[in-house]
């Protein structure tokens, strides 16, 4: 992971390498204002394996009937590995994409190393007022634009219907409910009432965000994870897990936590929209109706759950940027994002796509929506992917009894200070 701040030279260097490299793929092209698009399009998707990858490979590969010349390579990537793995091949100059679907909080530090293409001005930025204020944010860098949103989501509450029902209670709407409501499961029903991912820190920002804190201040380049708040945000998970109401793992989160949800195990999980295809595989959700979304339970300072969502983005070294250009304008056009809400549940990121039937008649988008409107963005610095491997390692301890919330904290607060160079 990249530290720091500083090394422009480096930067530069890399940047001039990458354009002239390029990647080995047999991408060669038209160039702008030759005629017909040509060529080789590869494309590195990081959606969930399984389930969400067989339609975005779907959708992907139709772009060629606008295009019958241009051949789309589609690479799915596993999420976990796609940010390490497209640095290594950019930095290389060889087998890097020529797009990546890359998460919002790479997309700056991408552009910092020098491994994006400006689309400021380039077919692949159509409309560019048309995109969610809150999804554009993401795709900007020193006044430049270096991505184009895709989808863009948040967190909830997934629930059982059944399970609930069975146990007589409500939807949690803060935390204390949460404790309640996940006793009377166990009473009634033996069920455990909650699985609490405990591999990946992004799980912990809902709680974060409930108590009043944050990773870190941009505006005034303050950490604040090791604040009151923050010991707070760490006590109450904690504590989740020490009363009985949540369970949960420190290796392989996301397989135990869908496999105990869709097999009825567990009552409640916190997830986001990119979740509802998976969990619909289940058997305790073949009639989808039995799956609840509520918003996730509320801390003492409030409601608060994080911004993610993912953008495409075009490497600087690409051989075919006027294919690849093409093709991140189809993938993120009103009509595309709308047969991705009809078959993955997933939101658009733009405001036209909202108003055509697929998206209006979709019940999970119609919950996410208001969630995304109110949701704490991240701070959009080329450093923020790289805050949360202190932060998962910290947190995990914590869910374990490994170390306290305040060391928690604490070891992750002197970590960031180290990654952000003069930050207080």
Not at 62 to 79: G, I, L
Not at 90 to 117: C, H, K, M, N
Not at 255 to 266: L, R, T, W, Y
């Amino acid at each position: 992971m990249r530290r720091g701040i500083t090394a422009t030279a480096l930067v530069a260097t890399l940047a001039l390498a990458a354009t002239a490299c390029g990647s080995d793929d047999e991408s060669g092209g038209t160039s702008k204002g030759s005629g017909e698009l040509s060529g080789t399009v590869t494309w590195w998707d990081t959606s969930t394996a399984g389930s969400e990858d067989k339609v975005f490979k779907k959708i992907a590969e139709d772009f060629t009937k606008q295009h019958p010349k241009v051949r789309v390579n589609y690479v799915n990537v596993p999420f976990g590995d796609a940010q390490n793995k497209f640095k290594n091949a950019a930095q290389s100059g060889s087998d890097a994409p020529d797009v990546i679907r890359s998460e919002v909080a790479w997309t700056p530090e991408f552009a910092d190393l020098g491994y994006l293409a400006p689309l400021d001005g380039t077919p692949a930025l159509k409309k560019p007022d048309d995109f969610l204020k809150q999804a554009a944010a993401s795709t900007k860098y020193k006044n430049k634009t270096y991505a184009v949103p895709q989808v863009i989501d948040s967190m909830g509450i997934f629930y059982n219907k059944k399970i609930f029902k069975e146990a007589g209670v409500e939807v949690p709407k803060t935390v204390e409910e949460l404790k309640s409501v996940a006793k009377k499961i166990k009473d009634k029903t033996g069920k455990t009432g909650m699985y609490l991912r405990g591999d990946d820190a992004y799980w912990f920002l809902s709680f974060l965000y409930g108590e009043g804190g944050d990773m870190v201040d941009a505006g005034s380049s303050t950490v604040t994870i090791d604040n009151a708040q923050g010991v707070k945000a760490m006590k109450v998970v904690k504590d989740l897990v020490d009363s009985g109401a949540a369970k949960t793992d420190a290796t392989d989160g996301w397989e135990n936590m869908q496999a105990s949800f869709k097999d009825g195990k567990v009552a409640m999980i916190i997830n986001g929209p990119w979740a509802v295809a998976d969990t619909y595989a289940g058997k305790e959700f073949k009639d989808k109706a039995n799956l609840g979304v509520a918003p996730v339970p509320a801390g003492s300072a409030g409601q608060g759950a994080p911004q993610g969502g993912h953008n495409l983005a075009v490497y600087a070294g690409s051989k075919n940027l006027d294919a690849s250009y093409a093709f991140v304008e189809y993938m993120t056009s009103a009509e595309t994002q709308a047969k991705v809400t009809k078959e993955l549940s997933l939101l658009p990121t733009r405001t036209s796509a909202y108003g055509m039937k697929d998206v209006v008649d979709n019940e999970i988008v119609g919950f996410f929506k208001p969630v995304v409107e109110t949701a704490v963005e991240r701070p959009w610095i080329p450093e923020t992917g790289s805050l949360f491997a202190p932060l998962v390692t910290e947190y995990t301890k914590v869910l374990t009894g490994q170390t306290t919330p305040e060391k928690g904290v604490k070891n992750t607060g002197d970590s960031y200070r180290k990654l952000l160079k003069g930050w207080k």
